[in-house]
C-alpha cells in the first residue's frame, strides 16, 4: 500500500518539474490573412478592384504573420 503512495507522489512531483507549453502573445495577423483571403475570393467573382485590395490584404497578412513568427523565435531562444 504504501509503495503506492509513493508512487502516486513521484508522479505528481514529475508532472510539478515539467515546463508549461510555448505559447505565442496574441496577434491580428491571421484575421488580416483571412480578409485579404475573402476580399480575394469575392474579387474572383465581382471585379478586379476586389482582386487588389484581397491580393494586398493576403500579403500583409502572410508578412505580418511572418515577421511574428520571427520575432517570436528569438524570444523563445532566449529563454
Not at 36 to 65: E, K, N, R, S, Y
Request: no cysteine; glycine share 12%.
Amino acid at each position: 500500500m504504501e509503495e503506492t503512495t509513493h508512487d502516486a507522489s513521484a508522479q505528481a512531483h514529475s508532472h510539478d518539474d515539467e515546463h508549461e507549453p510555448h505559447m505565442p502573445p496574441p496577434s491580428l495577423s491571421p484575421i488580416i490573412l483571412a480578409a485579404g483571403m475573402t476580399a480575394l475570393g469575392f474579387g474572383l467573382v465581382l471585379g478586379p478592384v476586389l482582386i487588389v485590395l484581397g491580393t494586398i490584404g493576403t500579403l500583409v497578412g502572410l508578412g505580418t504573420w511572418l515577421y511574428d513568427e520571427i520575432r517570436n523565435a528569438g524570444v523563445q531562444e532566449t529563454h
